[in-house]
T-cell receptor, first 122, second 110 residues
Framework: GAVVSQHPSWVICKSGTSVKIECRSL??????MFWYRQFPKQSLMLMAT?????????EQGVEKDKFLINHASLTLSTLTVTSAHPEDSSFYIC??????????????????FGEGSRLTVL | GEDVEQSLFLSVREGDSSVINCTYT??????LYWYKQEPGAGLQLLTY?????DMKQDQRLTVLLNKKDKHLSLRIADTQTGDSAIYFC??????????FGQGTELSVKP
């Protein structure tokens, strides 16, 4: 099946520093990737939709200047948490839609998820 | 607005069947999905159902969809300890985004 890889799996940083998380689709091309944030024992909150070659679309309430998203190629999107603070500590998960995914001729819009990246800001 | 609701916990004994329920509000959903998340990991797609289907079976998994009541369920037959995880249902809205429920934590006791 399709594989999405995130790196790093976990990162600890000091308050005020910036952290970059990478999301790669390993065996398929993804024109669209999604970034989610998950708090302990809670659901996934969609932060933004990353579109290859264009600006990301952010959900309401998500700070664009805080969470910088770059989707430079069909297999890579990056999320940079700028000037991180302890409240940014969370589990960040990306997903990618295989633009070629077909089941019986219909595109199910199946999303493949990365393993997640746990950010801890001290 | 769009909302997906699930019960938070379910505990079953090994070998029993598990039924995880989900309700949603968006009647225009095209696809509905079930994902599994193990501790500290991403989400794994278990199965999906198209909105014009009532039922889908895939080995130990059975998905039932009642579109009139906007109710989705996932039945796991012969539940094993390895099935312990958090299960998320999600609907795909017309914009192509997935709206997730809060997740149901399934605990399987030997």
């Amino acid at each position: 099946g399709a594989v999405v890889s995130q790196h790093p799996s976990w990162v600890i940083c000091k308050s005020g520093t910036s952290v970059k998380i990478e999301c790669r689709s390993l065996d398929f091309q993804a024109t669209t990737m999604f970034w989610y944030r998950q708090f302990p024992k809670q659901s996934l909150m969609l932060m933004a939709t990353s579109n290859e070659g264009s600006k990301a679309t952010y959900e309401q309430g998500v700070e664009k200047d805080k969470f910088l998203i770059n989707h430079a190629s069909l297999t890579l999107s990056t999320l940079t948490v700028t000037s991180a603070h302890p409240e940014d500590s969370s589990f960040y998960i990306c997903s990618a839609r295989d633009r070629g995914s077909r089941f019986g001729g219909a595109n199910t819009g199946e999303l493949f998820f990365g393993e997640g990246s746990r950010l801890t800001v001290l | 607005g769009e909302d997906v609701e699930q019960s938070l916990f379910l505990s079953v004994r090994e070998g029993d069947s598990s039924v995880i329920n989900c309700t949603y509000t968006d009647s225009s959903s095209t696809y509905l999905y079930w994902y599994k998340q193990e501790p500290g990991a991403g989400l794994q797609l278990l199965t999906y159902i198209f909105s014009n289907m009532d039922m889908k079976q895939d080995q130990r998994l059975t998905v039932l969809l009642n579109k009139k009541d906007k109710h989705l369920s996932l039945r796991i037959a012969d539940t094993q300890t390895g099935d312990s995880a958090i299960y998320f249902c999600a609907e795909r809205n017309q914009g192509g985004k997935l709206i997730f429920g809060q997740g149901t934590e399934l605990s399987v006791k030997p």
